[in-house]
Every structure is written in structure tokens, then in C-alpha cells.
């Protein structure tokens, strides 16, 4: 992907549980979508297999709808299988690659802590990574953030677009972009939660 047309909000969807069908993460995602996100990252690490599949499927389409862009965290061969714009490694996956998994005109995405990690990204042609986590989130409460001033040091030194990830909200991104981020990414802050009435 060519980077002037690289959004610069990245959702990240919460794991699809808890109703029959998923009817209420569609309907949340359909929502989400809605509010103009361009680029999803389909997160379903807790589902079996074939879940994940009519999921990955079925958000496709709902992607193809908005015209927003859909990254797979999962496996390549789902991705392919699927359809999906991309597929996003986590950092294990990215620092056991020998050479890149899929062809350019699939976009890869990875998840980075670290400058090794954002060395492999580069090395291994990632079209663009996560950095995290910036701040301390509730959804990984016991992980040490970066803060802005680490960030600032690993984005500005990477050689490929950085979303800056953790405790992230759209009003950060003027923030994120000044401390050397292509934008922000997040998972919560942004996701519509029609069943809570948001």
C-alpha cells in the first residue's frame, strides 16, 4: 500500500462474544463502520476455527460495504481464504519470519513493543505496525507503557508507519502524529456499543 493512502485510524475490533450469531458484535461493528473508520483490524483470538471463519466472512462483507479496509488477525491462509485486504502478525509471529509471508498486493500489518521488533517490521517489508502499549489500558493493565517519551524515540526512529496503540482515543492523534506516529490505532475508545446505548 502506498502510504498517502494509509488512514490514519486504525480500529481494532473486541473479541466477538457473547451473544447467539454475534448478532450484537455486528451490530455493533455495522455501527462502528458507520461512524467512517477506513481501516479494521478483525481481532477473534478466542473463537475455534470455524467461528472465526463465518466471523472473518462475514465482517468482510460488512467492510466491503463501508469501503473500509480489513486486516485479519489470524491466520494467512484465513485471510486468503476469506478475501481480506491484509493480515496482521502479533510480534512472535513477526519475529519468526525469514522473509515476508504474503505478496505485496496483500497488505501485512504487525504488532511491536520493541526496536528489535520494529527492525524485523522493516526488514521483512511490513506495510505498517502497531506500536503499544503508549499508555497503561484496561485491557492490559499489567503491562508497562512506553509514555509519549519512549514512543517519540521508537516511532521517530522507524522505518515504516507507526500507529501509536494503548489508551489511545482520535483526540490523541495530533499528539501521536508530533511524536512521530502515521496516527493512532485503538480498540475501545472508538467501538459503538449499541447495546449499551452509545
Not at 505485496?104 to 513493543?113: G, I, K, N, P, Q
Not at 490523541?172 to 452509545?198: E, F, N, Y
Request: hydrophobic share 40%; glycine share 8%.
Amino acid at each position: 500500500m502506498k502510504d498517502m493512502s494509509l488512514p490514519d485510524f486504525y480500529q481494532i475490533t473486541p473479541e466477538p462474544v457473547g451473544s447467539p450469531h454475534f448478532e450484537t458484535f455486528f451490530a455493533d461493528l455495522t455501527d462502528t463502520l458507520g461512524s467512517g473508520i477506513r481501516l479494521l483490524q478483525l481481532r477473534a483470538k478466542q473463537l475455534g476455527p470455524r467461528e472465526h471463519l463465518d466471523v472473518a466472512r462475514r465482517t468482510r462483507d460488512l467492510c466491503r460495504q463501508s469501503g473500509a479496509i480489513l486486516m485479519l488477525n489470524g491466520p494467512i491462509d484465513m485471510a486468503r481464504e476469506v478475501g481480506c485486504d491484509g493480515v496482521h502478525l502479533g510480534s512472535d509471529a513477526l519475529m519468526s519470519l525469514r522473509s515476508r509471508p504474503v505478496p505485496d498486493t496483500v497488505l501485512l500489518s504487525a504488532a511491536c513493543h520493541s526496536a528489535e521488533q520494529l527492525e524485523q517490521a522493516a526488514r521483512m517489508a511490513v506495510d505498517f505496525v502497531t506500536l503499544s502499549p503508549v499508555l497503561r489500558t484496561r485491557t492490559h493493565p499489567d503491562a508497562d507503557p512506553l509514555g509519549w517519551e519512549r514512543f517519540t524515540e521508537l516511532a521517530q526512529r522507524a522505518r515504516v508507519p507507526v500507529f501509536a496503540l494503548g489508551g489511545m482515543h482520535p483526540d490523541m492523534l495530533d499528539q501521536a502524529k508530533r511524536a512521530g506516529a502515521w496516527g493512532v490505532a485503538a480498540i475501545s475508545a472508538t467501538w459503538c456499543h449499541r447495546s449499551a446505548g452509545a
